[in-house]
T-cell receptor, first 113, second 112 residues
Framework: EDQVTQSPEALRLQEGESSSLNCSYTVSGLRGLFWYRQDPGKGPEFLFTLYSAGEEKEKERLKATLTKKESFLHITAPKPEDSATYLCAARALNAGNNRKLIWGLGTSLAVNP | EAQVTQNPRYLITVTGKKLTVTCSQNMNHEYMSWYRQDPGLGLRQIYYSMNVEVTDKGDVPEGYKVSRKEKRNFPLILESPSPNQTSLYFC???????????FGSGTRLTVV
């Protein structure tokens, strides 16, 4: 069964303390690994798509990487405004017309000033 | 501004009273989806649409209906809401479904 698991469930960092969030996936033929940021009570905001192992993408303090089994979202020198829930989702080869995404439950990140 | 607009943002209703949540996108996207988000269950797809007049069920379609008569609009209809449909609902759109989705701000629905 296709599955996406994120860890940790929650993470609290001090401002400037770098860390990584993990997204492990088990899908039949990955066709895209997506990262989103979600603020409380708001819709997810698209961050990155990764398509193949070894690929990396960066945006400000965030860098996403992909291996054959997992993806990491590295946060360098985080600021309080980086506090949010980070979601990852995978699209499998057999997603069909739906282009269905398999979602993880997210990592809730809190950055203290 | 490119966006997905949902209305209303908050809605409290009673069991059995039909309601519609509207969704509109201004990006000429072909793919649109409705999701519900519940604690511990994450985002679950209700219905999706690949284009005008083309819709299909997602993972949790029971109790919901959709229509896609125009490319920009994708309303979600609850014909007889029940308390287990209390949730946070999101509409999303994508150019092709293969790239990242743009989400609306959400509709928090409470059915009493």
């Amino acid at each position: 069964e296709d599955q996406v698991t994120q860890s940790p469930e929650a993470l609290r960092l001090q401002e400037g303390e770098s860390s990584s969030l993990n997204c492990s996936y088990t899908v039949s033929g990955l066709r895209g690994l997506f990262w989103y940021r979600q603020d409380p009570g708001k819709g997810p905001e698209f961050l990155f798509t990764l398509y193949s192992a070894g690929e990396e993408k960066e945006k400000e303090r965030l860098k996403a990487t992909l291996t054959k089994k997992e993806s990491f979202l590295h946060i360098t020198a985080p600021k309080p405004e980086d506090s949010a829930t980070y979601l990852c989702a995978a699209r499998a080869l057999n997603a069909g017309n739906n282009r269905k995404l398999i979602w993880g439950l997210g990592t809730s990140l809190a950055v203290n000033p | 501004e490119a966006q997905v607009t949902q209305n209303p943002r908050y809605l409290i209703t009673v069991t059995g009273k039909k309601l519609t949540v509207t969704c509109s996108q201004n990006m000429n996207h072909e793919y649109m989806s409705w999701y519900r988000q519940d604690p511990g269950l994450g985002l679950r797809q209700i219905y999706y649409s690949m284009n005008v007049e083309v819709t299909d069920k997602g993972d949790v379609p029971e109790g919901y209906k959709v229509s896609r008569k125009e490319k920009r609009n994708f309303p979600l209809i609850l014909e007889s809401p029940s308390p287990n449909q209390t949730s946070l609902y999101f509409c999303a759109s994508s150019p092709t479904g293969s790239v990242g989705y743009t989400f609306g701000s959400g509709t928090r629905l409470t059915v009493v």
